[in-house]
C-alpha cells in the first residue's frame, strides 16, 4: 500500500471520528468540508478523479453550504420565537 494512501485514510478516520464528536453544529458543517475534501484527495489518490471532483462539489461544498443555510434558518426560527415570549 502507498504511504500517501496510509496517511490519506489515516486523516479521513481522525477527521470522521472529529466530526462526530463536535458538538456546535456551525463547527460540525466545516468539519464536513474538510472530511469532504479529505475523501476527495483519497478517491483521487486511488486514481478515480471523476469520484474526486463530484466529492468535492457534493461533500465540500454543498453538503455544508446547506448545513450552514439550515442553521441559520433554524437560528432565525428561534430568534423569533424568543423575541415574541419576550412580548407576551
Known amino acids: ?3 500517501l494512501l496510509v496517511v490519506l485514510l489515516t486523516l479521513v478516520a481522525l477527521a470522521g471520528t472529529v ?3 463536535i458538538r456546535e ?3 460540525q458543517a466545516i468539519a464536513v468540508g474538510i472530511f469532504g ?13 471523476d469520484v474526486a471532483l ?4 457534493v461533500g465540500s461544498v454543498a453538503l455544508p453550504a ?9 437560528r432565525e426560527q428561534k430568534a ?5 415570549g419576550q412580548e407576551s
Not at 37 to 49: E, M, R
Not at 66 to 74: D, P, R, T, Y
Open 1 to 3: 500500500m502507498n504511504a
Open 19 to 21: 466530526t462526530v464528536l
Open 25 to 27: 453544529p456551525a463547527r
Open 37 to 49: 475534501l479529505l475523501l476527495a484527495l483519497t478517491f483521487f489518490v486511488l486514481q478515480a478523479p
Open 54 to 57: 463530484s466529492e468535492i462539489v
Open 66 to 74: 446547506m448545513l450552514f443555510l439550515a442553521i441559520a434558518k433554524v
Open 80 to 84: 423569533d420565537t424568543d423575541h415574541e
